[in-house]
């Protein structure tokens, strides 16, 4: 195989391994009801299997932003994955929910990896155009697990029981981590930053906050809302589910075409004013989404119709944004990666907290909160705008 073939192989393989650890929170999600009988417990604590998930990954983010600056991307990355599948099988083995949780942690921790090497070895494969084409083409199908992984988890929960998620999770993790191991020696993984990079110098980099705090207010924006989707459509609005899936499904399929076209429009438009279109594009309707609530709408399949163009704005400015962010560290790509990834969990977790008790208002409580993200995703454009000369 040529070198070029390896970095081919080398950016499907992260792919994968992202998509691993991703469906790592859908996958399970159908069996977590079950867990209450399972382990004998309540369903606050059955919830907190996914919630350590989170917080483990909050850590595993800033431990390998540190570790992938001085050692080994291959091996690390392997070794991730390894410790996510022995987790995961473990997990099949537990009757308690204490053990259930720790394992999880664990888990989360290990499932970072991906995540923050993957600019790195998309940098290390392509040049800057293409780079941000394929950027652009890992969130298309990293988008495809939140809509279609419960499904197949729905489906292996009752032909297989609780346990086959996790077993699905950890074979597949555990094959990923033998290719990359056996090929560590093969595979571009991205030059090593230098050790003197820190945290605190990524903080203080104007470009860097402009595009990581937009891209998380712009994308937590539309996660909250689709968290509390579900439960304002068939609570508040005499929706289904099915209302919520056909939103869902129209909205990936609306984000995949435009982040596969964004690596080819930002060439000729520029990337900043892609990013504050999209970005625009993106509060406009939101805007519009609370002012239809405010007028008494009750139709989830307006709501659905109103998400796409919102799909297609974050769709054309995530990709680039994101890929701007880690650019802009100047060659300290893992800790810039997970810097821009914990800065969208905050702002997601922060802004889920924030929308449960408003919920019951319905749509205009939910909308409102949404609004009031993206319009913090414009403020970050505006604040960290660069000086002029």
């Not at 292996?156 to 029981?161: D, E, T, Y």
């Not at 997970?338 to 905050?346: C, D, T």
Request: proline share 4%; glycine share 10%; aromatic share 10%.
């Amino acid at each position: 195989m040529s070198s070029r073939s390896f970095g081919i192989l080398a950016f499907t393989l992260v792919v994968f391994s992202t998509l691993v650890v991703f469906s790592g929170i859908d996958l399970i999600l159908p069996a977590i009801p079950d867990f209450p009988k399972i382990f004998s417990t309540n369903v606050a604590m059955s919830q907190m299997v996914i919630a350590a998930y989170t917080a483990g990954s909050a850590v595993g983010l800033l431990m390998f932003g540190v570790l992938g600056a001085k050692y080994d991307r291959c091996l690390l990355l392997s070794g991730s994955l390894f410790i996510f599948a022995i987790c995961a099988f473990a997990c099949t083995l537990t009757t308690n929910i204490y053990v259930m949780i720790g394992l999880r942690v664990l888990q989360g921790i290990a499932s970072a990896a991906s995540g923050v090497f993957a600019p790195s070895i998309v940098k290390a494969v392509f040049d800057e155009t293409r780079a941000m084409r394929a950027i652009g083409l890992m969130g298309s199908i990293e988008s495809i697990v939140p809509a279609l992984a419960p499904l197949v988890g729905a489906w292996l929960l009752v032909h297989f029981g609780w346990t086959s998620s996790f077993d699905v999770t950890a074979g597949a993790a555990a094959l990923v981590a033998s290719v990359l191991f056996l090929l560590r020696h093969r595979l571009p993984m991205g030059a090593q930053d230098a050790p003197k990079g820190t945290y605190r110098a990524i903080l203080r980099n104007r470009d860097f906050l402009r595009y990581a705090l937009s891209q998380a207010f712009c994308l937590g924006g539309l996660v909250v809302f689709v968290f509390g989707a579900p439960v304002i459509f068939v609570n508040t609005m005499d929706g289904t589910l099915g209302n919520f899936i056909v939103m869902q499904m129209s909205g990936v399929a609306m984000f995949m075409v435009a982040a596969n076209l964004t690596g080819h429009i930002a060439p000729h438009f520029g990337v900043d004013r892609v990013i504050w279109f999209g970005t625009s594009l993106v509060t406009f309707e939101a805007l519009l989404i609370l002012l239809y609530a405010l007028m008494g709408g009750s139709n989830p399949s307006t709501v659905a119709a109103l998400m796409i163009p919102i799909n297609l704005g974050f769709g054309l400015r995530g990709p680039i944004s994101y890929f701007s962010a880690i650019q802009s560290a100047k060659g300290d790509d893992t800790r810039a990666s997970a810097l821009a990834i914990l800065v969208l969990l905050i702002a997601i977790a922060v802004g889920t907290a924030i929308a449960a008790p408003f919920l019951e208002q319905g749509l205009k409580g939910l909308a409102a909160i949404c609004l009031g993200i993206h319009m913090l995703g414009l403020a970050a454009l505006w604040v960290f705008r660069p000086a002029k000369a």
